[in-house]
């Protein structure tokens, strides 16, 4: 793989995006690693749980290749493709946990809401979903993703606003489970993933997409179909 890596630390699995320089943005090569990585990880049946973070000090990531879109003949095609990947990434198996290290925007902040829980780093980087500034609207698709984050208000304000928010403020208004330093952000995700690795995988899995049904049936009309063990 060339903009991520996948290692294995007892029970839990940790992809880190290693394309900062190019902001760890997402084109079709891109997506087609991460599908690469859940077939690897959805082909086990052992407890586990799955952390994604960064390897750069400043960027999570910064949402769709867009010089790249513009080149594409069928831009559509692709953000169909995106919307099926953040669907998959949604309906993992196993335990989610996004290790927010800097800027998660558009595409980024997506990434990170398909996830089960998001810690943050606490004193830089911001969440936002700025597809109002770059005028790209959410697809019915994509507003599956979006959905997903337990807080329908700040959904709304995140929307129509395109704000870019904090740790603290993320923590205030529950879009993040837990803040942490540059230094411990690895640390205390791993900490966490863990302790949810010990959990019965096929039992969190039919709990997580009972709790995901609304996209669990978007995904199964795509033909989409999770694993449940």
Known sequence: MQMMQLEQHDQVYVLTLTN????????????????????????????????????????????????????????????????????????????VIAAINGNAYAGGALIATACDFRIMRADKGRFCYSELNVKLPFTAGLLETVNLLPCPDAVYELSLTADAWGGDYC??????????????????????????????????????????????NAAQQRHIQPSHS
């Open 171 to 216: 923590l205030e208004r529950r879009i993040v489970n837990q803040l942490s330093s540059a230094e411990n952000l690895m640390q205390d995700a791993m900490t966490f993933a863990q302790k949810m690795a010990t959990k019965d995988r096929a039992t969190y899995a039919q709990i997580k997409h009972g709790l995901r049904a609304n996209l669990l």
């Open 20 to 95: 900062g320089q190019h902001g760890n943005s997402l084109n079709d090569a891109v997506i087609q690693e991460y599908l690469a990585v859940f077939d690897q990880i959805e082909a086990t049946r052992e407890d586990a749980s799955l952390i994604i973070t960064s390897n750069d000090p400043k960027t999570f990531c910064t949402g769709i290749d867009l010089p790249w879109l513009m080149q594409q003949e069928d831009a559509m095609g692709f953000i169909h493709r995106l919307e099926n990947f953040l669907m998959r990434l949604g309906l993992l198996n196993l335990p």
